[in-house]
Protein backbone atom coordinates (compact mmCIF):
# COMPACT_ATOMS: atom_id res chain seq x y z
CA UNK A 1 0.00 0.00 0.00
CA UNK A 2 1.31 3.44 -1.05
CA UNK A 3 1.85 5.87 1.38
CA UNK A 4 0.39 9.31 2.01
CA UNK A 5 3.06 12.04 1.28
CA UNK A 6 2.11 15.72 2.73
CA UNK A 7 2.90 18.80 1.71
CA UNK A 8 2.02 22.50 1.85
CA UNK A 9 0.47 23.74 -1.44
CA UNK A 10 2.06 26.70 -2.85
CA UNK A 11 0.35 27.09 -6.20
CA UNK A 12 -2.84 29.24 -7.07
CA UNK A 13 -3.87 26.10 -9.42
CA UNK A 14 -3.22 23.75 -6.43
CA UNK A 15 -4.65 25.88 -3.64
CA UNK A 16 -7.97 25.69 -6.82
CA UNK A 17 -8.15 22.25 -6.93
CA UNK A 18 -8.16 22.01 -3.46
CA UNK A 19 -10.89 24.44 -2.63
CA UNK A 20 -12.70 22.43 -5.37
CA UNK A 21 -12.25 18.97 -3.64
CA UNK A 22 -13.43 20.10 -0.66
CA UNK A 23 -17.00 22.05 -2.11
CA UNK A 24 -17.45 18.37 -4.20
CA UNK A 25 -16.85 16.33 -0.64
CA UNK A 26 -18.66 19.00 2.10
CA UNK A 27 -21.17 21.24 -0.50
CA UNK A 28 -19.27 24.34 1.26
CA UNK A 29 -17.37 26.89 -1.20
CA UNK A 30 -15.10 28.51 0.41
CA UNK A 31 -14.54 32.26 -0.04
CA UNK A 32 -11.24 33.29 -2.15
CA UNK A 33 -10.53 36.34 0.39
CA UNK A 34 -9.96 33.47 2.87
CA UNK A 35 -8.24 30.99 1.18
CA UNK A 36 -5.55 33.52 0.78
CA UNK A 37 -5.41 33.55 4.58
CA UNK A 38 -4.99 30.05 4.73
CA UNK A 39 -2.72 27.74 4.75
CA UNK A 40 -3.33 24.26 2.73
CA UNK A 41 -1.82 21.01 3.47
CA UNK A 42 -2.34 18.03 0.94
CA UNK A 43 -2.02 14.59 1.04
CA UNK A 44 -1.13 12.60 -2.08
CA UNK A 45 -0.95 8.82 -3.49
CA UNK A 46 1.50 9.16 -6.26
CA UNK A 47 0.05 12.14 -8.24
CA UNK A 48 -3.20 12.08 -6.77
CA UNK A 49 -4.75 14.19 -3.93
CA UNK A 50 -6.26 12.28 -1.92
CA UNK A 51 -6.85 14.50 1.91
CA UNK A 52 -6.29 18.10 2.96
CA UNK A 53 -7.10 20.43 5.81
CA UNK A 54 -6.52 24.46 5.90
CA UNK A 55 -4.77 26.02 9.06
CA UNK A 56 -5.63 30.02 10.10
CA UNK A 57 -3.49 31.56 12.43
CA UNK A 58 -5.28 34.76 12.37
CA UNK A 59 -8.22 36.73 12.67
CA UNK A 60 -11.07 37.37 11.21
CA UNK A 61 -11.96 33.27 11.21
CA UNK A 62 -14.73 32.26 9.62
CA UNK A 63 -16.21 30.19 12.50
CA UNK A 64 -16.62 33.04 14.54
CA UNK A 65 -17.99 34.89 11.62
CA UNK A 66 -21.23 32.49 11.64
CA UNK A 67 -21.76 32.73 15.80
CA UNK A 68 -24.59 35.22 16.72
CA UNK A 69 -23.70 38.54 18.32
CA UNK A 70 -25.54 37.97 21.60
CA UNK A 71 -23.48 34.48 21.73
CA UNK A 72 -20.35 36.71 21.41
CA UNK A 73 -21.29 39.32 24.17
CA UNK A 74 -22.27 36.71 26.75
CA UNK A 75 -19.99 33.90 26.13
CA UNK A 76 -16.43 33.70 28.36
CA UNK A 77 -14.40 32.61 25.19
CA UNK A 78 -14.89 35.81 23.70
CA UNK A 79 -12.95 37.30 26.31
CA UNK A 80 -9.37 35.93 25.10
CA UNK A 81 -7.28 37.79 22.93
CA UNK A 82 -7.96 36.50 18.92
CA UNK A 83 -4.79 35.92 17.97
CA UNK A 84 -4.13 32.99 20.89
CA UNK A 85 -6.21 31.43 18.65
CA UNK A 86 -6.02 29.52 15.29
CA UNK A 87 -8.52 27.72 13.05
CA UNK A 88 -8.74 24.36 11.46
CA UNK A 89 -10.87 24.57 8.21
CA UNK A 90 -10.98 22.95 5.00
CA UNK A 91 -10.81 18.70 6.14
CA UNK A 92 -11.66 16.88 3.89
CA UNK A 93 -10.58 12.98 2.67
CA UNK A 94 -11.38 11.06 -0.50
CA UNK A 95 -13.64 7.62 -0.20
CA UNK A 96 -10.14 6.06 -2.02
CA UNK A 97 -8.55 6.69 1.93
CA UNK A 98 -10.46 2.86 2.88
CA UNK A 99 -8.11 1.88 5.61
CA UNK A 100 -8.01 3.28 9.24
CA UNK A 101 -4.15 3.50 9.22
CA UNK A 102 -4.85 5.94 5.86
CA UNK A 103 -6.78 7.72 7.43
CA UNK A 104 -5.36 7.85 11.41
CA UNK A 105 -2.00 9.44 9.41
CA UNK A 106 -4.13 12.03 7.83
CA UNK A 107 -5.35 13.31 11.68
CA UNK A 108 -1.84 12.69 13.51
CA UNK A 109 -0.61 14.90 10.38
CA UNK A 110 -3.33 17.70 11.24
CA UNK A 111 -2.64 17.81 14.82
CA UNK A 112 0.74 17.97 14.98
CA UNK A 113 0.46 21.06 12.28
CA UNK A 114 -1.74 22.51 14.17
CA UNK A 115 0.10 22.25 17.77
CA UNK A 116 3.06 23.32 15.98
CA UNK A 117 1.17 26.70 15.15
CA UNK A 118 1.80 27.73 18.77
CA UNK A 119 -1.75 29.42 19.43
CA UNK A 120 -3.21 28.53 22.64
CA UNK A 121 -7.06 27.50 21.30
CA UNK A 122 -8.21 25.98 18.41
CA UNK A 123 -11.37 26.63 16.61
CA UNK A 124 -13.30 23.66 15.14
CA UNK A 125 -16.65 23.77 12.97
CA UNK A 126 -18.52 21.30 11.06
CA UNK A 127 -22.11 20.58 9.86
CA UNK A 128 -23.88 19.19 13.02
CA UNK A 129 -25.70 16.16 11.31
CA UNK A 130 -22.41 14.96 10.21
CA UNK A 131 -21.93 12.36 12.85
CA UNK A 132 -18.33 11.10 12.41
CA UNK A 133 -16.89 14.43 12.65
CA UNK A 134 -18.99 15.74 16.38
CA UNK A 135 -17.51 12.25 16.93
CA UNK A 136 -14.02 13.34 16.18
CA UNK A 137 -14.13 17.14 17.60
CA UNK A 138 -15.34 15.32 20.88
CA UNK A 139 -12.41 13.27 21.14
CA UNK A 140 -10.35 16.57 21.26
CA UNK A 141 -12.04 17.50 24.03
CA UNK A 142 -13.93 20.14 22.75
CA UNK A 143 -16.31 22.82 24.24
CA UNK A 144 -19.06 23.82 22.26
CA UNK A 145 -19.40 28.00 21.73
CA UNK A 146 -22.69 27.91 19.78
CA UNK A 147 -24.74 25.31 17.34
CA UNK A 148 -27.85 26.12 15.35
CA UNK A 149 -28.35 28.33 12.19
CA UNK A 150 -25.09 30.24 10.81
CA UNK A 151 -25.52 33.90 10.76
CA UNK A 152 -24.72 33.85 7.23
CA UNK A 153 -23.86 37.62 4.87
CA UNK A 154 -25.76 37.72 2.26
CA UNK A 155 -24.46 35.39 -0.80
CA UNK A 156 -22.63 32.76 1.87
CA UNK A 157 -22.87 29.19 1.25
CA UNK A 158 -22.54 26.86 4.37
CA UNK A 159 -24.02 24.78 5.86
CA UNK A 160 -27.44 24.32 7.53
CA UNK A 161 -26.89 24.14 10.62
CA UNK A 162 -23.53 23.93 12.07
CA UNK A 163 -21.58 23.40 15.64
CA UNK A 164 -18.86 25.96 16.02
CA UNK A 165 -16.84 24.58 19.40
CA UNK A 166 -12.70 25.03 20.21
CA UNK A 167 -10.29 23.34 22.51
CA UNK A 168 -6.60 23.70 23.20
CA UNK A 169 -3.11 22.67 21.57
CA UNK A 170 -2.50 20.51 24.54
CA UNK A 171 -5.64 19.07 24.58
CA UNK A 172 -5.50 17.73 20.46
CA UNK A 173 -2.21 16.13 21.36
CA UNK A 174 -3.01 15.11 24.21
CA UNK A 175 -5.91 12.92 23.10
CA UNK A 176 -3.95 11.36 20.41
CA UNK A 177 -4.04 8.12 22.20
CA UNK A 178 -8.06 8.16 21.87
CA UNK A 179 -8.00 9.15 18.19
CA UNK A 180 -5.53 5.33 18.09
CA UNK A 181 -7.66 3.27 19.57
CA UNK A 182 -10.88 4.77 17.70
CA UNK A 183 -9.22 4.01 14.20
CA UNK A 184 -8.04 0.55 15.34
CA UNK A 185 -11.95 0.12 16.59
CA UNK A 186 -12.51 1.15 13.17
CA UNK A 187 -9.80 -1.39 11.17
CA UNK A 188 -12.32 -4.22 12.96
CA UNK A 189 -15.09 -3.04 11.46
CA UNK A 190 -13.40 -2.49 8.49
CA UNK A 191 -12.09 -6.20 8.02
CA UNK A 192 -15.93 -7.38 9.69
CA UNK A 193 -17.19 -6.26 7.04
CA UNK A 194 -14.55 -7.39 4.08
CA UNK A 195 -14.59 -10.98 6.00
CA UNK A 196 -18.99 -10.96 5.59
CA UNK A 197 -18.74 -10.02 1.89
CA UNK A 198 -16.54 -12.67 1.40
CA UNK A 199 -18.47 -14.96 3.30
CA UNK A 200 -21.49 -13.78 1.36
CA UNK A 201 -20.24 -13.74 -1.85
CA UNK A 202 -19.15 -17.79 -1.60
CA UNK A 203 -22.55 -18.39 -0.40
CA UNK A 204 -24.34 -16.70 -3.84
CA UNK A 205 -21.50 -18.96 -5.54
CA UNK A 206 -22.59 -22.20 -3.84
CA UNK A 207 -25.86 -21.63 -4.36
Known sequence: MEAIKFRTLKTDSEVE?????????VGV????????RSSFVAGFKGEEMVAGYMLVTKPDFRSLMFVPDQVKREHDFFKNDSYDMMEINGVWMSASLKTASEQF??????????????????LLMANQR??????????????DIYEGEPMLM??????????V????????LMNLPRYWLEYKSRERRFHRR???REYTRMLSKAS
Not at 17 to 25: I, K, V
Not at 130 to 143: D, L, P, S, W
Open 17 to 25: FFLGRFESY
Open 29 to 36: KLPYDYAQ
Open 105 to 122: SVWVKLILDAFKCRKQFV
Open 130 to 143: NINIRHVHAMTGAT
Open 154 to 163: SGEKSHSTIR
Open 165 to 172: SYTTRWAL
Open 194 to 196: LKQ
